[in-house]
C-alpha cells in the first residue's frame, strides 16, 4: 500500500532556531501534500496544502513566514519551522493525495517537535 | 463554511458490546465523509468513505443528509478496536478534509 514517511521522528531544538521536517510519498506520485499540526488528546489542524512545483496555501492564522513550505517534486514536502519558539512545539503530520486515488489520503507517521 | 462535530471525546464499552460513534456536519453542498482511525502510537489511517458503502473490520457507516450525520457503527465491539476514531469532510470542490476533534474509544475485557 502506499506509504508517507516523515524525518525525523522527533527532533528538539533551541528557540531561535530552524527546523526541517521532510514527507516523502514513498511508493506513489502525490499532487498535493497537506500539512497537520496535532495538540495532545486534539484534533488535526490544517496548517496548509501544497501542490508541487507552486506556492503553498496557508489556512487562516498560520504564518506563512514562519512557517516554510516547499514543494519540489512529486514525492517530497518540506516544512521549516523557522525561529522556533516554545509555543511551537507540537506533533506535525503531513499526508499526501495520490495521483491515481485522489480520493484518499495517506498520512505519515508525525514528527513531534520540542522547542526548549 | 463546513464543520465536523463528534460529540462524545471519550467512548467506553465492553467487548461483544455493539459501539456506535457519533459525526454529525454541516455544509450546503453533497459531501464526502470518511472515517479515519489511529490506533495506539501509528499513524492515522482510512476506516471507510461513504461513497463505497462497505465494511471495514465490521464497521458501517451511513450518511443520512435529512440529519446530517455519519454515525460509525459495529454491531460486536472487540478489545483490538479501541483506538482514536476521527470523522472527516471533504466538499465535493475540494481537496482538504476538514477534520472532526475525534472520539477515543475503549473496549473493555
Request: positive net charge.
Amino acid at each position: 500500500g502506499a506509504v508517507v514517511s516523515q524525518h525525523p521522528s522527533r527532533v528538539i531544538c533551541k528557540s531561535g532556531t530552524s527546523v526541517k521536517i521532510e514527507c516523502r510519498s514513498l511508493d506513489f506520485q502525490a499532487t498535493t501534500m497537506f500539512w497537520y499540526r496535532q495538540f495532545p488528546k486534539q484534533s488535526l489542524m490544517l496548517m496548509a496544502t501544497s501542490n508541487e512545483g507552486s506556492k503553498a496555501t496557508y489556512e487562516q492564522g498560520v504564518e506563512k513566514d514562519k512557517f516554510l513550505i516547499n514543494h519540489a517534486s512529486l514525492t517530497l514536502s518540506t516544512l521549516t519551522v523557522t525561529s522556533a519558539h516554545p509555543e511551537d512545539s507540537s506533533f506535525y503530520i503531513c499526508s499526501a493525495r495520490s495521483l491515481v486515488n485522489s480520493y484518499e489520503q495517506y498520512f505519515g507517521p508525525g514528527t513531534r517537535l520540542t522547542v526548549t | 463554511a463546513q464543520r465536523v462535530t463528534q460529540p462524545e471525546k471519550l467512548l467506553s464499552v465492553f467487548k461483544g458490546a455493539p459501539v456506535e460513534l457519533k459525526c454529525n456536519y454541516s455544509y450546503s453542498g453533497s459531501p464526502e465523509l470518511f472515517w479515519y482511525v489511529q490506533y495506539s502510537r501509528q499513524r492515522l489511517q482510512l476506516l471507510l468513505r461513504h461513497i463505497s458503502r462497505e465494511s471495514i473490520k465490521g464497521f458501517t457507516a451511513d450518511l443520512n443528509k435529512g440529519e446530517t450525520s455519519f454515525h460509525l457503527k459495529k454491531p460486536f465491539a472487540q478489545e483490538e478496536d479501541s483506538a482514536m476514531y476521527y470523522c472527516a469532510l471533504r466538499t465535493t470542490s475540494g481537496s482538504r478534509l476538514t477534520f472532526g476533534e475525534g472520539t477515543q474509544l475503549t473496549v473493555n475485557p
